[in-house]
């Protein structure tokens, strides 16, 4: 394979990096048509050719300026569009991109060597579980998380004790924390022993959700996002992560404008 061209004149592949020669996997994977492990499925299966020629060897490179890849004689191409996805995040786990101790993070469960630049939008606590959010698109990033336009995020709680009526009606009208006030927010039972508790919230401040409950008096055990927005975890096994829709990042602009 030719390579014309030095790495400081290659282009830019928009998401942070220069489009250089890599596995073929990883192309398959960074063109949108399967995951890593799928593509090499993909390759073993004889469906992948490269400038026309099956290529079955997991170890072989590509380079995108150069070479043509096709998947069941279907050109592929490198997708320079931003990428978005979701990651069911499990407890224990800590909402940064940079180890700072030796514990896991975010950053390990995440496809960051496909889609360089991810980074959270937003943070759960450690112990926090559920469905955070991923880009590579600064911008969608800023939308999601400025305070004039948050959206909505449901979160479950477990609760210490059962949680009063009036307890749940003063989180629905707004309590105060050292921070402020908080804004209404939507709160039904989950449980019929009323120590599982469902929360809606349009802000999002530093453990707000714990910080709700202490204020008044029902600490919580444990927590867990549901839904951030339009988007729900649906079947994602804690840990998984899985790529958004065109159509779900449109979704979620229009709740963030709305
Ligand atoms: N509120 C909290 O207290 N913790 C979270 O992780 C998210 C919201």
Not at 229 to 248: F, N
């Amino acid at each position: 394979m030719s390579n014309p061209l030095a790495f400081e004149d290659r282009p830019e592949d928009g998401l942070g990096g220069r489009i250089v020669p890599m596995r073929l996997q990883k192309f398959l994977a960074r063109a949108g048509v399967a995951s890593r492990r799928g593509s090499e499925d993909l390759m073993t299966a004889g469906r992948v050719t490269v400038n026309g020629v099956v290529v079955t060897e997991l170890g072989s490179k590509v380079d995108p300026l150069v070479d043509e890849v096709a998947v069941d004689g279907k050109v592929v191409s490198l997708a320079d569009e931003p990428v978005t996805i979701m990651l069911h995040k499990p407890a224990g786990v800590i909402t940064t991109m940079k180890a700072q101790s030796d514990k896991p993070i975010v950053a390990d469960l995440v496809p960051t060597d496909d889609f360089p630049g991810l980074f959270p939008i937003g943070r759960l606590d450690a112990d926090t579980t559920g469905l955070l959010l991923f880009s590579t698109n600064g911008e969608l990033g800023n939308l999601l998380l400025h305070p004039r336009h948050h959206v909505a995020k449901t979160y479950l709680a477990r609760l210490k004790k059962p949680l009063e009526d009036e307890s749940a009606q003063r989180l629905r009208a707004g309590v105060t924390l050292d921070d402020g006030p908080t804004q209404p927010a939507d709160v039904s039972y989950a449980d019929k022993a009323r120590k599982l508790v469902r929360i809606t919230l349009r802000e999002g401040r530093y453990h707000q959700v714990k910080r709700m409950f202490d204020a008044v008096g029902d600490p919580v055990v444990s927590l867990h996002r549901e839904s951030f927005g339009p988007l729900r975890l649906g079947k994602l096994k804690p840990g998984e992560w899985r790529q958004l829709t065109d159509s779900e990042v449109d979704k979620l602009r229009r709740a963030a404008r709305s």
